[in-house]
């Protein structure tokens, strides 16, 4: 049997997740002042993170990871082996979804073991720390938000459009400002 690995499952994963149509992929997104980097990111109406763990990788480093991943995304994938899989569904969050890769004759084949529902411990104003600061620059001038200063930290300009913004706004703005950088 082959062992696969973050590398194997990536690109194919990739390949996989464009048959959903994303607006765009991201691999390797920092989030949470980049306490943590989420493997592949699609955006559609909401950014969705796929968390990579090959069968050489520790499957209990995730729960380390779902500490962030669980603040920042409206939905959070883990892709694994059938290596893991037991593990990973006593220890992940039974709102994440679970795709399992399989090696086969004709390639990589992933297969739904149970899709991610909505986040709800998404944190408004740590997901939008996903963000530069010219990025949250943009957004509290777009929802006029008079009252910070230019010189002012990227934790303040979160902290503030996060009162007041719900959390689909912060979802859309997310990928909005994440969609358009270069």
């Known amino acids: 049997m082959i062992k696969l ?6 690109s194919r994963l990739i390949n996989f997740l464009e048959k959903y149509k994303p607006k765009k992929i991201i691999e390797e997104l920092r989030v949470h002042n980049g306490n943590a980097i989420a493997d592949v990111v699609t955006i559609n109406k909401s950014l969705h993170c796929y968390e990579i763990k090959g069968d050489n ?6 729960l380390k990871q779902a500490e962030f991943y669980n603040k920042t995304f409206s939905r959070v ?4 082996t059938e290596a893991h899989l037991n593990n990973a569904l006593s220890k992940i969050p039974s709102f994440w979804g679970i795709i399992i890769c399989r090696s086969t004759k004709k390639g990589l084949v ?12 998404l944190d408004k104003k740590l997901a ?3 963000l530069w600061k010219e990025e949250l620059e943009h957004i509290s001038t777009k929802i006029l938000l008079k009252q910070i200063n230019k010189n002012s930290s ?3 300009y979160a902290s503030k459009i996060s009162q ?19």
Do not use: G, H
């Open 57 to 62: 990788d520790n499957i209990n480093r995730v």
């Open 154 to 156: 990227r934790e303040l």
């Open 110 to 121: 992933f297969t739904y073991n149970r899709k991610a529902i909505y986040n709800p411990l």
């Open 164 to 182: 007041v913004i719900t959390r689909n706004e912060v979802s859309t703005y997310l990928c909005k400002s994440i969609e358009n950088r270069k």
């Open 77 to 80: 994938t883990l892709v694994t």
């Open 128 to 130: 939008l720390l996903t």
């Open 5 to 10: 690995n973050d590398i194997d499952i990536r």
